[in-house]
């Protein structure tokens, strides 16, 4: 891998992996655009700069997850309730995840299968859109009003994202809509679950793949990709959140029926 495909994956990664639109899926596709061969270790090298999204999304939230350990040791009640929240909307991925990571990446790492979750997911955007139409974007619960039966909702819908192209930030935005939040609380719940959860398939990453992609790919590369996705999720993040405080989410459905459409047609030629 050269050091312009790093940092082209590394953008990539950043921009998208917040947004309602699949990170893994836009992975995918540009590492064919872009020339980078499939394989376990492109697999692993996607994943693997997940981190420098992470690192982004744990400095802007610094402050909430600064209250959930405050109160894991015994000292904010809220916070402690928070993070027991996380947990329970995490442990559904964690399960399923183990479960079947190898038989998903056999069967659903393409284009065509990313393509049509592309499109499913667009449509659902589009009419969760419909759905809230007329409602101001502050109407539902705050985050702290949560309760443990939503966190688990949010959690299993989390798990449909494992097919890849359908979004984890979608399934749980849209997961944190449908118990009730308001938008800026779906969206930051979804932001604390995605640290536990994309930090976890990181580390299980780079432990039974780490060496293998180092192997094939170098530090420098997994250092710019890196550094490439930090600075591009801490763009990506402050501009969504930006926008869905006052548009919502049908511009990402349009978005993903589109995409969804020209992938589709361009594998068809």
């Known amino acids: 891998m050269d050091w312009w495909q790093a940092l082209v994956i590394g953008i990539v990664e950043g921009l998208t992996e917040y947004l ?3 990170s893994t899926g836009h992975i995918l596709l540009t590492q064919r655009l872009i020339g980078v061969a499939e394989g376990e270790a492109a697999n692993a090298f996607a994943i693997a700069v997940q981190a420098g999204a992470i690192l982004a999304v744990l400095g802007l939230y610094r402050a909430r997850v600064g209250r959930i350990v405050a109160g894991l040791a015994g000292r904010d009640a809220e916070g402690r309730r928070l993070g027991l929240q996380v947990a329970v909307a995490f442990l559904p991925a964690a399960v399923f995840g183990l479960a079947f990571d190898d038989k998903i990446e056999q069967h659903l790492f393409g284009l065509t299968p990313i393509a049509w979750a592309w499109l499913v997911g667009g449509l659902g955007i589009l ?7 007329g409602k101001p974007q502050t109407a539902g619960r705050t985050l702290f009003e949560l309760g443990y039966k939503g966190a688990l909702i949010i959690g299993l819908l989390q798990c449909v994202a494992m097919w890849p192209g359908t979004s984890r ?8 809509l449908l118990v009730g939040l308001e938008m800026a609380a779906a969206v930051e719940f979804s932001f604390l679950l995605g640290l536990v959860t994309l930090g976890a398939a990181t580390a299980y990453k780079a432990l039974g793949d780490g060496a293998m992609m180092l ?6 590369a997994l250092l710019i ?29 349009w978005y993903r029926v589109a995409l969804a459409a ?8």
């Open 225 to 253: 990709g890196f550094l490439a996705s930090w600075g591009a999720a801490v763009l990506s993040v402050r501009w969504m959140v930006s926008w869905l405080k006052s548009r919502g989410l049908a511009v990402f459905g």
């Open 127 to 133: 009419a969760v859109a419909a759905w809230r139409k």
């Open 215 to 220: 192997e094939a790919y170098g530090p420098v």
């Open 20 to 22: 309602p639109v699949s």
């Open 169 to 176: 930030s979608l399934m749980t935005i849209v997961g944190g």
């Open 262 to 269: 020209t992938v589709y047609l361009t594998l068809l030629r």
